[in-house]
Nanobody, 113 residues
C-alpha cells in the first residue's frame, strides 16, 4: 500500500486552469500505474480522467484530451494533473490512485459558468 495526498482543488471560472498534485509516500517509480479519476455530483461511479504508466505512457478520457495533462516529478514522488480550459462539467471530486488499489482522499474541483 502507498499513501497518497492530493491538493490543488478549488473554485475556478469556466475557461480557467487548476493544477492538482498527488504526493506519494514512496517512489512513484515503484508503482506501475498512477492516475486520476473523478466523481461528479450525483453520480455513483468514478470515471477515468488520466493515467500514466511507469514507463511514461499516458492515457486520457476523450472528454479531457487536449485540455488536461498528466505529468510527474520523480524527485518529489508527485504526480500532477494540469487542467486547462475548464468547463462546468469538469466539476467533481478528483481522486489520485496508485495501481488502482491505493486512493487519496480526494480534492474538490468546482467550475462555475
Amino acid at each position: 500500500q502507498v499513501q497518497l495526498v492530493e491538493s490543488g482543488g478549488g473554485l475556478v471560472q469556466a475557461g480557467g486552469s487548476l493544477r492538482l498534485s498527488c504526493a506519494a509516500s514512496r517512489s512513484i517509480f515503484t508503482i506501475n500505474v498512477m492516475g486520476w479519476y473523478r466523481q461528479a455530483p450525483g453520480k455513483q461511479q468514478r470515471e477515468l480522467v488520466a493515467t500514466m504508466a511507469r514507463g511514461g505512457v499516458t492515457n486520457y478520457a476523450d472528454s479531457v484530451k487536449d485540455r488536461f495533462t498528466i505529468s510527474r516529478d520523480g524527485a518529489k514522488n508527485t504526480v500532477y494533473l494540469q487542467m486547462n480550459s475548464l468547463k462546468p462539467e469538469d466539476t467533481a471530486v478528483y481522486y489520485c490512485h496508485a495501481d488502482y488499489s491505493s486512493w487519496g482522499q480526494g480534492t474538490q474541483v468546482t467550475v462555475s459558468s
